[in-house]
């Protein structure tokens, strides 16, 4: 490790020799330690008598530190003391004071005297580097510039700008988004030495969704949580949400079961994904910004409904073709069919069976009853799955079949049950009554005998009632 290395290790400082006043620099950012160097070299002051440390206000010198001959130790009243000037180090005849978490307001002119048998004077110069925001509070959508301060100021300074380590050209953030979040850092040149101040920018508004980017897949079916979380410390006043079509900024109607929640996120619940629920979905929330009134931010999210669609060439068991379908499927790069089974417990397992976005099943039989998966990728990335329920005709055992479904084919056997006991009953009946014919020939001929007189009489009955009717006069009373 050479000397700049060390020194930079040791607070990002480094000393060189100043101008022909002898004044010695040290050059560091805000927040680090600062060693002012005050360094004995001819070891001629074996045994100091006092040490004092003091800084240039002006005119004035004021004391930061002091040894009187007495051996007291003084320091100013501040809470806690930051400046130090670490006695052990006396043996080695250094001096140098030690500044802890340096501010801004640190940078100046140091004086370091050290008496003995003889007396030693050094002036040092402490150079700060901050990096900070033009304004206190940032809100996304509205405007920042990055500072870099060096307290002295100097025209020989070289300043670069970091964002979360890669460098920036950009000074100025004209519309602020939470992707300028993280750290800035300053990256200072002075004299050869580089230091490095850095601060970190977090950004008003709604933490996530980042940005307007995002996409959000459900299966029809499913519910699904479109996400809107405000970052901590804004007042909001409202917070709305609204859906309009993915290419166009006319509004759409929300689906039925959309559910804005309580509390402090404003995100939302779709609680059944019906097709058709896609599009464009904005958060939009009105906040309480600095000394300026109210600022509005929104971020708009796409939701993408996925679904398996079946089409087979006709019923029975020909081929069958499970399509996985999404409502855009741009950013899909590719698909896999796998086959669903469960185990014992419960326990899914999943077998690959195709990687494409159909599937066609040659014919259907009852060994592809039950359930199927899509899962579509982005870039070998996993972005969802939808289901598919394969009922199989003729099955016997439909083990997906909900209760409803079990209900209502008990209802329908017991019908036909009924339907077919009523019908042999009848067929009983009617082959009792033959017997009975068969048994007794003649009782049919009595019976019809009967049966005919009885149907002729009333006939007649009736035709003199209506003779009784027509006439006035009561013929047969
Ligand atoms: C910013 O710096 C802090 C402290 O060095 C670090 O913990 C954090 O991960 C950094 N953030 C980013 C986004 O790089
Ligand atoms: C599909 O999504 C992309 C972004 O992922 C978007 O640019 C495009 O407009 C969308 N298309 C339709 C038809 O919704
Ligand atoms: C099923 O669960 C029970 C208890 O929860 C456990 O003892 C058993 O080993 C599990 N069986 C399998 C096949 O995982
Ligand atoms: C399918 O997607 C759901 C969320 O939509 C997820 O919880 C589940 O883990 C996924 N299953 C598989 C096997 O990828």
Known sequence: MNKTHVLMVLGLALVFEGGQCQDREVFVAQ??????????????????????????????????????????????????????CPIPNFGKADYSLHITETTIEDGGRYVC???????MVKVISLRVVRASFSSAMVVEGTRTDLKCDVSPRTQFVTINW????????????????????????CQATYNGVVVEATTSLQVKGIATPQDDS????????????????????????????????????SSLPLPASFKESDGPSASATIQRVQDGDEGMYTCSGMMKGLNRGRIKVQRRMELVVTQVLRSSSSSGNGPVTLTCHLSNSSQITSYEWLRVTYGPNNTQTLTSVQKTKTYRIQEVTEKDAGEWM??????????????????VMGAVKSENSSSGNKTAM??????????????????????????????????????????????????????????CVGDPKPVCV
Not at 46 to 60: E, L, Q
Not at 441 to 454: F, K, N, S
């Open 31 to 84: 927040g680090s330690v600062a060693v002012l160097p005050c360094v004995d070299e001819t070891s001629a002051i074996s045994h100091p008598t006092a040490v004092y440390w003091s800084r240039m206000v002006g005119d004035v010198l004021k004391t930061v530190w002091r040894r009187d001959k007495s051996g007291l130790e003084f320091r100013p009243v501040r809470n806690p003391p930051r400046a130090n």
């Open 113 to 119: 005297e050290v008496e003995g048998k003889t007396r």
């Open 162 to 185: 970091k964002h979360n380590g890669m460098f920036t050209s950009r000074t100025s953030l004209s519309s602020v988004s939470q992707r300028d979040a993280g750290n800035w850092t």
């Open 214 to 249: 995002s996409v959000v897949y459900a299966a029809v079916g499913s519910s699904v949580s479109l996400p809107c979380v405000f970052t901590d410390g804004l007042i909001l006043y409202t917070v709305a949400w609204k859906r309009s079509p993915t290419t166009s900024d």
């Open 374 to 391: 899509c899962r579509y990728y982005r870039n070998q990335g996993v972005l969802g799955n939808v289901t598919y329920q394969m009922h």
């Open 410 to 467: 008990v209802m329908g056997l017991g019908f036909l049950f009924l339907v077919v006991f009523l019908i042999l009953f009848q067929m009983y009946r009617n082959y009792r009554r033959k017997k009975m014919i068969h048994l007794y020939p003649a009782m049919e001929t009595i019976v019809h005998q009967a049966a005919t007189e009885r149907e002729r009489r009333a006939r007649s009955g009736a035709k003199m009632a209506e003779a």
